[in-house]
C-alpha cells in the first residue's frame, strides 16, 4: 500500500502517483498525470502540473509552480518562490499548450529562490543556481551558476561547496574529501 502525507488542506487529484513517505503541505495541489517518487517533501502553496515527473526525495520549498513538462530526478532541491516556464512566448489569446518545451532537473541539483528556468534548458547534475539567477540555456553538472542571465563563476562539488582546483585539474571537497577533476571544460567526479 502506498502511504504519503497530505495536509488536509492540500488538493491531491486523482489519477497522480504519489510515493511513499512523501510529504504534501498546506494549501498545494497535487494535479492528475504528475508522477511524484518516495520520500519527497512538497512545500505549502505548490503547484505540481499534469505529467509532471519528480524523483526520489526532491524537495520543493514554498510558492512553487512545476509546470507542465518538467522533469526533476531524484535528490533536486527547488528553492522558495523559484520559477519554471513551460512556452517560450506565452499569449493570453493563443493556445501553446501543444507547445510546452521540456525542462530537465538532473539528480542532485539545487535551483535557488526566486530564481527563474526558461523552458526547454537542462540543469546538470549537482549544478547550483544562486538565488535570483535567470537560466536562459543548459547548465553543465556541477556548475555554480548566478546572475539574470545567469553565468557560470564556478564548479561545486555533490555538497554544495566551491571546488577550487590545483595545477593538475583536481579538487576536493571539504566536507566529504571526495577528489574531482577538470577535463576539457567538465568536472567529473574521481572518488
Same mark, same amino acid.
Given at each position: ?13 486523482? *489519477?497522480? +502517483? ?19 517518487g518516495e520520500g519527497c ?37 527547488? *528553492? ?18 501543444? +507547445? ?45 551558476v548566478v546572475g539574470n542571465?545567469?553565468?557560470?563563476? *564556478?564548479?561545486?562539488? +555533490? ?17 566529504? $574529501?571526495?577528489?574531482? $577533476? ?10
Open positions: 500500500m502506498n502511504s504519503y502525507y497530505a495536509h488536509e488542506t492540500a488538493l491531491v487529484d486523482a *489519477g497522480s +502517483e504519489i510515493g511513499n513517505g512523501t510529504k504534501i503541505w498546506h494549501f498545494s495541489h497535487i494535479m492528475p498525470g504528475c508522477v511524484i517533501n512538497i512545500g505549502q502553496n505548490v503547484v505540481i502540473s499534469p505529467a509532471v515527473v519528480l524523483g526520489r526525495n526532491v524537495k520543493i520549498q514554498n510558492n512553487v509552480s512545476v509546470y507542465t513538462g518538467v522533469i526533476c530526478e531524484d535528490d533536486v532541491f527547488l *528553492g522558495p518562490s523559484m520559477v519554471f516556464t513551460n512556452v517560450i512566448n506565452p499569449r493570453s489569446h493563443v493556445n501553446r499548450k501543444n +507547445e510546452y518545451l521540456k525542462t530537465v532537473v538532473r539528480k542532485g541539483a539545487s535551483i535557488g529562490a526566486n530564481a527563474t528556468v526558461v523552458c526547454g534548458n537542462e540543469i546538470g547534475a549537482y549544478a547550483l543556481i544562486g538565488a535570483g539567477a535567470v537560466i536562459t540555456k543548459t547548465v553543465k553538472p556541477y556548475a555554480l542571465p545567469a553565468r557560470q563563476i *564556478g564548479w561545486v562539488s +555533490e555538497y554544495g561547496h566551491k571546488l577550487h582546483f590545483d595545477q593538475d585539474s583536481l579538487a576536493f571537497c571539504p566536507e566529504t $574529501q571526495q577528489q574531482y $577533476q577538470l577535463r576539457d571544460g567538465e568536472v567529473i567526479r574521481i572518488s
